[in-house]
């Protein structure tokens, strides 16, 4: 069993305890037949209180099934906000003068990622463009309904390959904790970052 896996069978313990049925609608889902449906990055998937199950869609990591635990059971309330932050401005000094870029974790030098291919998996996944520019495009992803995220995508050049700036709400720690809000943004590079090396 790997330390990933480890985790999410951690968490499962929070899911046996959780009452779905009033953490759904506070978290924008809906409790329906026992179980929360999900739809997200391209795939549909039902929690309930024994765990995550994929019902259609890509294989579904168990990163994406730790987050959604996460999400469902962290208390979170209010509204998502739409005023973008780099991810890693929630740091809080953690890494010290070395704080990561996380807004660019995993997208440089994905010298295949093109427009075309940029739009493609965007369609996928469920994110709408929201600004076309001449070099590029900004598109608005939402992968949990509390967890709004800005992708704006810059064409390769002569100098710089593609690259892909990731932003979120700026209240998005109050829906996931810091380390996996971090992990979510990774899941949704490797979307991006799969289409970019193809």
């Known amino acids: 069993m790997t330390n990933h896996e480890k985790v999410y069978e951690e968490l499962r313990l929070r899911l046996a305890d959780c009452d779905l049925a009033e953490a759904a609608p506070r978290a924008g889902l809906v409790f329906s037949d026992g179980a929360v449906g999900v739809r997200t990055l391209g795939r549909e998937l039902r929690v309930t209180n024994s765990g995550v199950e994929l019902v259609s869609g890509p294989p579904c990591s168990v990163n994406l099934k730790s987050v959604l635990v996460w999400y469902l059971t962290f208390g979170g309330a209010g509204d998502a906000s739409y005023e973008f932050v780099p991810v890693h ?106 289409a970019g090396n193809g």
């Open 89 to 194: 401005s929630f740091s809080h000094g953690i890494f010290g003068s070395q704080s990561p870029d996380f807004s660019s974790h995993g997208w440089r030098g994905y010298a295949g990622l093109t427009p075309e291919r940029f739009a493609a998996v965007s369609g996928r996944i469920g994110a709408e463009l929201v600004r076309r520019e001449r070099y590029g495009e900004s598109r608005l992803l939402v992968p949990l309904p509390k967890l709004p995220v800005l992708l704006t995508f810059s064409e390769a050049d002569d100098e710089f390959a593609a690259q892909i700036d990731l932003k979120v709400g700026k209240n998005a720690t109050d829906f996931l904790p810091f380390e996996t809000l971090c992990v979510m943004c990774g899941l949704v590079t490797r979307e991006y970052g799969a």
